[in-house]
């Protein structure tokens, strides 16, 4: 039987198929009763399951991050389509089919790295070139950086996402700095690659999403300056000379300023062009990638109206809603 991905689930369908299982939890319900809750998910979205008077056997059958076969049936609540399990087990390696689970297939990361590559070997400031190609020729980091995801939870928060949300953000540059000459493109273009590389390592990605004891501690902002200072070091043996201190002021400000507002965690507000310009390009492609991804992800789908989200304080509009709930693919 072919495979029906999680946007294409409707009420009262009987599932037995694989998920990847994440943030489960085992809790009582009114009566004292345990019941185990897990999010289940493809490369379409995720929904929601529950598995009543469930045992801690059941909870410690698998792990955050496991591919899990689940038996069940979905059902319609309150406007969302949740399933309800009457089984869920860790599933054998032979029975997952992980393209079923992947959002960017290899020939897409391959084709960003392609394009990261393009975007960075076309600096015309010498300085900022050699500092470009330490980043590239390091075999270790490019691998980390085309596996990594954005976050954990929001924007781009899948593997290989860190890489498609900076190639983006690289490409709106190209678009929009030649209409505002006094911006250096070079500088703001060298700031998109750099404001986020600090998440290869803030994040930990080889199973379930998390934060690891570092980026915790210190955090992905810290950590891109430490990472850049290390790479000044390279560029500067490299070519025997060094860089200019206002550029590399200017790099770091632009990392410890991205964020653009203190109680967002920025140490610096934004004080040159160029930290102005990526703070808001950073800003406008995080939040239309967030807001399209809740839009197609909703399980309202007899509605031209997402639920309300409580976090942006408004529900959104999708238009006229679809005779039939999308298919699996998330562009």
């Not at 900022?128 to 085309?146: H, Q, W």
């Not at 000044?232 to 070519?239: F, G, H, M, P, Q």
Request: glycine share 8%; charged share 25%.
């Amino acid at each position: 039987m072919s495979r029906r991905f999680v946007s294409q689930l409707a009420h009262q369908e009987a599932i037995d198929q694989i998920f990847l299982a994440s943030d489960k939890q085992l809790r009582p319900n009114r009566n004292g009763n345990l019941y185990l809750q897990v999010d289940l998910s493809d490369r379409s979205g995720s929904i929601g399951a529950r598995m009543w008077n469930a045992s801690e056997q059941d909870y410690r059958g698998f792990e955050n991050g496991d591919y899990v076969r689940v038996e069940g049936t979905t059902q319609l609540f309150q406007g969302t389509i949740q399933l309800i399990a009457t089984s869920i087990r860790r599933a054998p390696n032979g029975e997952v089919d992980v393209d079923d689970f992947m959002i960017l297939g290899s020939k897409e990361i391959d084709h960003y790295v392609l394009q990261l590559s393009g975007f960075l070997r076309k600096l015309r400031d010498p300085h900022l070139l050699t500092l470009a190609e330490c980043f590239l020729v390091d075999d270790e980091f490019m691998r980390k950086l085309s596996r990594a995801p954005a976050g954990v939870k929001n924007h781009h928060a899948y593997l290989g996402g860190l890489l498609e949300h900076i190639v983006g953000l690289m490409e709106l540059i190209t678009r929009v700095a030649p209409l505002y000459p006094a911006i250096n493109a070079d500088v703001l273009l060298m700031g998109a690659f750099l404001h986020d590389v600090g998440k290869v390592d803030e994040l930990t990605y080889e199973r379930d999403f998390a934060y690891s004891d570092e980026g915790q501690l210190i955090g992905h902002v810290v950590m891109a300056v430490g990472m850049l200072e290390r790479k000044l070091k390279e560029a500067e043996r490299l070519s025997g000379e060094a860089m200019p201190d206002e550029l590399v002021l200017r790099l770091k400000h632009m990392i410890v300023s991205h964020h653009g507002q203190y109680e967002y965690g920025s140490p610096k507000l934004p004080m040159t062009l160029e930290a102005v310009a990526l703070h808001h390009l950073d800003n406008l492609d995080a939040k239309l990638h967030s807001f399209e991804q809740l839009m197609r992800d909703d399980p309202n789908v007899d509605s031209g109206w997402t639920n309300y989200h409580a976090s942006l304080g408004r529900k959104l509009f999708k238009g006229e809603p679809d005779s039939s709930r999308s298919g699996p693919a998330r562009n």
